[in-house]
């Protein structure tokens, strides 16, 4: 891709995050992300095919760089309880940085669209390998986690963390605040049960 193709795919980009967070996606419409691109409509259809490809191509390129993120996060020598904590704290960066809202417009699209899930699937899936090679390190290191498989414990917290984000943007206050608690409890209990296993 030439470097003016580039930058015309990336203006379009741009434009598709600031009107998905401006209007969530049912709504979001492609003339409007020309418009705010300064680009005529057939750029995005050269570029992405659709709506459907370019709102994929969006959570892409937002989900690379946080993936391995926590893939580098997670391969650090520091306790387990800590590499949570900072993934909590990931989170705030990622609700503020306006990543969460769109993976979860990108959720929602995706119950009423199965082509759409079955692309968003695959990325969420890496999410939930980052953690499942967490938990085998973990039972690796401190033996069998109770009555729980590696596999188990990803689950548990991958839908903790999916769960706490839409609570969250609900805009709840309080709810939001007890969310982040909630999901700060579990570091907690990471903590205790490194602590007592050493």
């Given at each position: 891709?030439?470097?003016?193709?580039?930058?015309?795919?990336?203006?379009?980009l741009a434009?598709a995050?600031?009107?998905?967070?401006a209007?969530?996606?049912?709504?979001m419409s492609?003339?409007?992300?020309?418009d705010?691109a300064?680009?005529p409509?057939s750029?995005?259809?050269?570029h992405f095919?659709?709506?459907?490809?370019?709102v994929?191509?969006?959570l892409?390129?937002?989900?690379?760089?946080?993936?391995?993120r926590?893939?580098?996060?997670?391969?650090t020598?520091a306790?387990?309880?800590?590499?949570?904590?900072?993934?909590?704290?990931l989170l705030?960066?990622?609700?503020?940085?306006?990543?969460?809202?769109?993976?979860q417009?990108m959720?929602?699209?995706g119950?009423?669209?199965?082509?759409?899930?079955a692309?968003?699937l695959?990325m969420?899936?890496?999410?939930?390998?980052?953690l499942?090679?967490t938990?085998?390190?973990?039972?690796?290191?401190?033996?069998?986690?109770g009555?729980?498989?590696?596999?188990?414990?990803?689950g548990l917290?991958?839908?903790?963390f999916?769960?706490?984000e839409i609570?969250?943007?609900l805009?709840d206050?309080e709810?939001g605040?007890?969310?982040?608690?909630?999901?700060?409890s579990?570091?907690?209990?990471i903590r205790?049960f490194?602590?007592?296993?050493?």
């Amino acid at each position: 891709m030439s470097d003016q193709s580039r930058t015309t795919a990336d203006r379009i980009l741009a434009a598709a995050r600031t009107r998905l967070l401006a209007e969530g996606y049912a709504r979001m419409s492609v003339r409007k992300i020309a418009d705010t691109a300064g680009v005529p409509m057939s750029q995005i259809q050269y570029h992405f095919g659709s709506k459907q490809g370019l709102v994929i191509a969006l959570l892409e390129a937002e989900d690379r760089g946080l993936v391995n993120r926590q893939r580098d996060l997670y391969s650090t020598d520091a306790p387990l309880w800590k590499r949570y904590e900072q993934a909590c704290d990931l989170l705030e960066d990622d609700l503020a940085s306006g990543y969460v809202r769109v993976l979860q417009e990108m959720i929602a699209a995706g119950w009423a669209d199965r082509e759409l899930a079955a692309k968003l699937l695959p990325m969420m899936r890496q999410w939930f390998d980052v953690l499942e090679g967490t938990a085998r390190e973990a039972e690796a290191r401190f033996g069998p986690l109770g009555p729980f498989t590696a596999e188990d414990i990803a689950g548990l917290i991958g839908l903790s963390f999916y769960g706490g984000e839409i609570v969250i943007l609900l805009g709840d206050e309080e709810w939001g605040r007890r969310a982040r608690g909630w999901l700060r409890s579990v570091g907690r209990l990471i903590r205790q049960f490194e602590e007592a296993s050493q």
